[in-house]
């Protein structure tokens, strides 16, 4: 069974740093582009980042770009996505997810239930 | 960026309805269109890739649809299960972008 697992979400001041984990198991995860999507409160999904399988090309929404890092570890299984320098607007639940086949890019398959990072004073 | 245009935000509809929910692309994409099905505290559920192709285990009630740039989910005889909120998403370009959702609730 295909299953991602997020961490790391929590309360962070603006301006603060959080790293986020996403746990993969059920599937060959070295042979899949990965994402980060984001959900503000109230608001729809939004694309974040994502990173090929071996870290070839790694892309950014605008919105992050700089302040955002997405990386991987294929040997442990895992995602992470490097949060600085963040903003109220950042606030949001971030999920993990499988792009289901980079060539041709089809959808995201499997997704996590999700990890809440809320940025307040 | 790729915009994805989606319409209407919300509906109202009743069991056993057939709603349609389009969603238009900024530029030409292909068949480069999937669309999600999300819950409340749920993780999003991926029903059609690549325009009309059914994902796995997801009911043939939904049907997905191309013409040009304008890309429309079906939903055909509504279930009780269905009512949840619906996003188109392009995955032409690798800066992906997901539409602005559509609400789908109970008349």
């Known amino acids: 069974e295909v299953l991602l697992e997020e961490s790391g979400g929590g309360l962070v001041k603006p301006g603060g740093s959080l790293r986020l984990s996403c746990a993969a198991s059920?599937?060959?995860?070295?042979?899949?582009?990965m994402n980060w999507v984001r959900q503000a409160p109230g608001k729809g999904l939004e694309w974040v980042s994502s990173?090929?399988?071996?870290?070839?090309?790694?892309h950014y929404a605008d919105s992050v770009r700089g302040r955002f890092t997405i990386s991987r570890d294929n040997a442990k299984n895992s995602l992470y996505l490097q949060i600085n320098s963040l903003r109220v607007e950042d606030t949001a639940v971030y999920y993990c997810?499988?792009?289901?086949?980079?060539?041709?890019?089809?959808?995201?398959?499997?997704w996590g239930l999700g990890t809440l990072v809320t940025v307040a004073s | 960026d790729i915009q994805m245009t989606q319409s209407p935000s919300s509906l109202s509809a009743s069991v056993g309805d057939t709603v349609a929910i389009l969603c238009r692309a900024s530029?030409?994409?292909?068949?480069?269109v999937n669309w999600y099905q999300h819950k409340p505290g749920k993780a999003p559920k991926l029903l059609i890739y690549?325009?009309?192709a059914l994902h796995s285990r997801v009911p043939s009630r939904f049907i997905g649809s191309e013409s040009g740039t304008n890309f429309t989910l079906t939903i055909n005889n509504l279930q009780p299960e269905d009512f949840a909120t619906y996003y188109c998403?392009?995955?032409?370009?690798?800066?992906?972008?997901f539409g602005g959702g559509t609400k789908v609730e109970i008349k």
């Open positions: 690549a325009a009309s």
């Open positions: 530029e030409s994409i292909g068949s480069y």
């Open positions: 998403q392009q995955s032409y370009s690798s800066r992906l972008t």
């Open positions: 059920g599937f060959t995860f070295s042979s899949y582009t």
């Open positions: 990173i090929t399988s071996y870290s070839s090309f790694i």
């Open positions: 997810a499988r792009l289901f086949s980079s060539s041709p890019p089809l959808g995201l398959d499997y």
